[in-house]
């Protein structure tokens, strides 16, 4: 039970006054909960008056639906045909004493009882007013008593009539005008609307019971009271009261799903082991609610989401931490301080290569954190997902201490790091930020990114899941990444014609690339570790590297001489990637052969250029030790590291060059 522990000690830092008020109770994102509270989405707001009159009513708007409101263990984890009513905010069914006057359709369980829902809930209402008399209970109970809330809400517009005098069921003409069908789910009949209170008492100015915190506070005191079961609470060995339900709604509003459950009293008992579900997991009430409230704010505050498969990570402090599973590229929005005497540059630093730019922001940005953060905080990181509808499952749970979280996470971003595509979206971002408009940006791809890289981007929700479930332990554990993983990103890179959009295969590139630098700075064998630059490596001299550089300047020779004559196709190397990748010697001969046209249409109008690049050539062909480049092995991904960094390369260099060709022309 060490997860529900650490979550209780998150509960108190996360407590804020401000973090459970306002507006209706849900404008925060991921307020936390107070005890013995949930929230519901309320559709009609009554206003009554301090003697219980009376006084009007609305329809809320759906920005403002969301309304903390008392509840009790059965009513939070409700279900079934005959639903326990909340004690205060609820639906018709419950609170008006009219509803079936007006054809109002109980529950199905009610049918043969149809003023049982009601019942129940003024009996529960009448039950806490006598045990802790609170001015707004008291008003709302004695207006309830009075039977005329349908009666009002009619009255006041609100509630729309059919033909026949009856509640309507439906949206026709003759209603259409009601703005409660705006805020009803669509198909849901007006009978089912959620009513909130309002109780303006002079001198009062919390007048919404959901914005009044000593009601809040008084109810969440009440209720405990009220539970009989007593035992060992096995989170922290006190004997206190038990929760029989525990709480539901953690990854959203919807969700049905528990981490603790038991429903197996009768028939198989407990698979045989256990004759009482305490025994198997006893967890006390309180515990229990502030350790799911706990959870729900951070998922919704800083959870990672990938399909019902949600991550978080959080210091039990409430201390801020790095999200460990969103892209470092985010973090390049917060400039480098530059040294004393230095010049901030107007445009791209191309004096200062990839990977020191990168290393120095990322140093500073966890260095940021480790100032916050102390280095022996308890960092948790924890999965969650579920099979089916109503059983939730930890799929993954480490707890760190906050020097080793950083080391880690740092560790992840400076080894995965790579130049990644820049989509346009993102560098008009840029733009407005005033950020140089470059088309790629160092860091490390996001599991997702990483599960699409290797199988597609219409792979199924259950890969992705189970790809971003195999990444985690590489980011937190420092584990070497899947072989299967990167092999796949690598072939996929390399299959350039299977990709429709020329974006997809730029995306799936800079992924594989990150993936096989990635695998070797992290190899399990030691004399596999390999370190490479973000930045072309002139002095390398391995087969593979030397072969992407090949490529790469085959394909912009090709480039050139189609953008001179006006021509807009694939060039001869990309149509060849994945047979270079597999023959790189005998597909070589056959691009340098189709490279000879293109080069004499380059002869006229671009000699320079055209010199420039077979020296290029020459260079990389001597740079070949022995057999290397005779021999008929396939390539490994290292030659698409080469290849994407001498691609990078020569069209950096060519927009240097446009640059100075504008300052000159402008002088």
Known sequence: MSWMQKLYETYAPLSRPQAMTGGGGGKRKGFLVPGSHSTAQTHIEIVLDAEGNFASAKVIDKD????????????????????????????????????????????SGFAKE?????KTYMEQLRAWVAASPRPKTKVILKYLEGGTVIADLVRQHVLPLDA???IASAKTPETAAYPIWAVLPAGQSADKAVVRWRVEIPGDLATGVWEDQTLL???SAYYPTTIERKGLCMVNGDEVSLASLHPAKLRHAGDKAKLISSNDSSGFTYRGRFTEAEQACGVGYEISHKAHSALRQLIARQGYRNDTQVFVSWAVSGKPTPPPLEESSDWLDVPVELSEGDAAPAGPDHTRDVGETFALRLNKYIAGY???LDLTECIVVMGLDSATPGRMSIIYYRELLGSEFLERLKNWHAEMAWPQRVSAKQQEQGKKQGQPAEPWRAC??????????AYGRRLDAKLKKATVERLVPCIIDGRALPTDLVESCVRRAANRPGFKEHWEWEQALGVACAMYKGRHARHPEAEQRRVYDMDLESKRISRDYLYGRLLAVAEHIEEIALYVGGEDRPTTAARLMQRFADHPCSTWRNIELAL??????????RGGFLHNM?????DIIEAFQGDDFSSVQPLSGEFLLGYHCQRRALKLAAADRKNENQTEGAE
């Open 64 to 107: 403002d639906a969301t309304t903390l409101i008392p509840c009790t263990e059965a009513s939070a984890t409700r279900s079934g045909a005959r639903p326990v009513p909340h004690p205060l905010c609820d639906a018709l069914q419950y609170v008006a004493a009219d509803f079936r006057k007006y054809g109002g359709v109980v529950t």
């Open 614 to 618: 077979r020296a290029l050539l020459d």
């Open 114 to 118: 149809d003023d049982q829902p009601h």
């Open 370 to 372: 480790a100032v916050k």
């Open 596 to 605: 000879q046209p293109y080069m004499q249409r380059l002869q006229a109008v």
């Open 217 to 219: 506070n008084d109810w």
């Open 164 to 166: 026949e005098g009856k």
């Open 444 to 453: 490390a791809p996001t599991p997702k990114a990483i599960a699409e890289a």
